[in-house]
């Protein structure tokens, strides 16, 4: 094995680390709910996939200085496909995290507002309770064109993973209102009603408990002194 790729497994090894300990530390509140969790087991597989692509770029470079182009252009390909996911998943890991932070704002919010208890939610799908979720911050923002196109422009991690037949579901249930914003024509500001807080705390799946451990069976233990007294007694008779 050369120094490259000695050096290259030191870094994939330092690299699966500290993908576990960024999920342990900086994420470890992230577990209170489905969505953050979901944004560590991205995190620990794009941290795997970015550690092996860079294990297989110094096995290329180690291939390229003994002229075997060949297994370079394998190895190369390799990386590329361990890296080809990257981006999305990123947008992936940012969008989970944004709905872990609306749901904690969602939290705080019925508190400071004595909201209640969410006795009667309205039950929501679950892109609803992730749009809800996404846009619990209060600073959604929806964008609509001359052309009649409408999209969500703010915040950016919903883009894409927000769609307008969710908002326009929402609102029509009040759950969510679209308010013009009148410095920017065109643009509406989305803010979840407290019909919505209650029905995206309501809608939260509770984070998987382990199942119970069946108790252990303890035999009774036998008197130390019963065996020597009943010897005792056989021999006075």
């Known amino acids: 094995m050369t120094e490259t ?45 970015t550690s092996l692509a860079a294990l297989l770029t110094a096995e290329t470079i180690s291939a390229l200085a003994h002229d075997d182009t060949a297994a370079a252009n394998l190895l190369l390909e390799q990386a590329a496909t361990h890296l080809s996911g990257t981006p999305s998943a990123v947008h992936r890991v940012g969008s989970a995290l944004l709905r872990h932070e609306g749901y904690l704002h969602a939290q705080d919010r019925a508190a400071r507002q004595d909201l209640g208890p969410a006795k009667d939610a309205v039950k929501v799908s679950e892109p609803q309770r992730q749009a809800l979720a996404s846009l619990a911050r209060g600073d959604g923002v929806l964008r609509e064109t001359g052309t009649g196109l409408r999209e969500v422009v703010a915040p950016l991690a919903a883009y894409v993973s927000v769609r307008i037949a969710t908002i326009d579901a929402l609102a029509s249930r009040d759950l969510l209102t679209l308010t013009p914003l009148p410095e920017q024509p065109g643009h509406y500001r989305l803010h979840v009603t407290p019909a919505g807080v209650h029905a995206l705390l309501a809608a939260n799946p509770q984070p998987l408990r382990s199942p119970p451990r069946s108790p252990v069976a303890v035999r009774p233990a036998t008197p130390a002194a019963s065996a020597p007294a009943s010897s005792a007694a056989a021999s006075r008779r």
Do not use: F, N, P, Y
């Not at 300990?21 to 597989?45: E, F």
């Open 5 to 49: 790729v000695r050096a290259a497994g030191v870094l994939q090894q330092t690299s699966l680390v500290a993908g576990q300990l960024l999920a342990k530390t900086a994420l470890s509140h992230a577990r209170t709910t489905v969505d953050g969790r979901q944004a560590i087991a991205l995190l620990r597989k794009l941290a795997k996939a």
